[in-house]
T-cell receptor, first 113, second 110 residues
């Protein structure tokens, strides 16, 4: 079974630029999460999707962050414009229905200069 | 409301010694509890989880954890540390949302 795929693995941008991250969850997993993990901290939930609907985006900075999962499969997380404090690893995770075990992708490490 | 507290951001043990990583949680609903391991430049990998039933949970790589409701704890242990155990460990709670602790970095001294 293929795992959660994320791309790119690394991204370096300057502040005020835009960036997008892509996630392809495990096939059949209805729930998809995006987390932000700042160096030295645990993952913080940004947004949770159930199929193509948003379940929880209460911690997503909506003035600059957006995410979509149009067909209920893969998802894109965008930051526009980026700030220095957005430097972090962005983790995607998926979860099959009726289960509570998340499967994580390798993450995208974003550096904002 | 839910939260997780991991006591000790860095733990060092000698190879072959007992590993003890501490986790305390708060949850307004019966929690599901998890321990994840993260190796450098990788995502999180599930070590073990507690949902219901037996309070002593065995996971991969010889790790285990005990759910103690009276102490609101879910400490992770391994009887004998191996060099390959060096990594970052995260405790997490799932009530109506997943919350992660700040992590404990484990160093194993040869």
């Amino acid at each position: 079974e293929a795992g959660v795929a994320q791309s790119p693995r690394y991204k370096i941008i300057e502040k005020r630029q835009s960036v997008a991250f892509w996630c392809n969850p495990i096939s059949g997993h209805a729930t998809l999460y995006w987390y932000q993990q700042i160096l030295g901290q645990g993952p913080k939930l940004l947004i949770q999707f159930q199929n193509n609907g948003v379940v929880d985006d209460s911690q997503l900075p909506k003035d600059r962050f957006s995410a979509e999962r149009l067909k209920g499969v893969d998802s894109t997380l965008k930051i526009q414009p980026a700030k220095l404090e957005d430097s972090a690893v962005y983790l995607c995770a998926s979860l099959p229905g009726g289960n509570n075990e998340q499967f994580f992708g390798p993450g995208t490490r974003l550096t904002v200069l | 409301a839910q939260s997780v507290t991991q006591l000790g951001s860095h733990v060092s043990v000698s190879e072959g010694a007992l590993v003890l990583l501490r986790c305390n949680y708060s949850s307004s609903v019966p929690p599901y509890l998890f321990w994840y391991v993260q190796y450098p430049n990788q995502g999180l990998q599930l070590l073990l989880k507690y949902t219901t039933g037996a309070t002593l949970v065995k996971g991969i790589n010889g790790f285990e954890a005990e759910f103690k409701k009276s102490e609101t704890s879910f400490h992770l242990t391994k009887p004998s540390a191996h060099m390959s155990d060096a990594a970052e460990y995260f405790c997490a709670v799932h009530g109506n949302q997943f919350y992660f602790g700040t992590g404990t970095s484990l160093t194993v001294i040869p």
